[in-house]
């Protein structure tokens, strides 16, 4: 049975971190490509990092990157993003997804005011 559990959302000042993590199960995120996408209000999705599953390369949305820092933990089975000096504009809803399929958790909200 296939699942993604965001958590680690919550509020925070401008300025602060937060850390998402994504425990999965059904599968091994070392075997998939992995991503961290956000629904901002008013917003389109967008997609905020992601991490390949051989060399564990990354990319990253302007809008984060030198903020956001998206790994993996292989034993854990766990995607994370770290986030740092967060912006009132990265309010939203965090989503981790599979790339092959886009099989997504429930997300998890962030809030930065």
């Known amino acids: 049975h296939v699942q993604l559990v965001e958590s680690g959302g919550g509020s925070v000042q401008a300025g602060g971190s937060l850390r998402l993590s994504c425990a999965a199960s059904?599968?091994?995120?070392?075997?998939?490509?992995m991503c961290w996408f956000r629904q901002r209000p008013g917003k389109e999705r967008e997609g905020v990092a992601m991490i390949d599953s051989d060399d564990g390369d990354t990319g990253y949305a302007d809008t984060v990157k030198g903020r956001f820092t998206i790994s993996k933990d292989n034993a854990k089975n766990i995607l994370y993003l770290q986030m740092n000096s967060l912006k009132t504009e990265d309010t939203g809803m965090y989503y981790c997804?599979?790339?092959?399929?886009?099989?997504r958790g429930q997300g998890t909200q962030v809030t930065v005011s």
């Open positions: 059904g599968f091994t995120v070392s075997e998939r490509w």
């Open positions: 997804a599979r790339v092959v399929d886009d099989y």
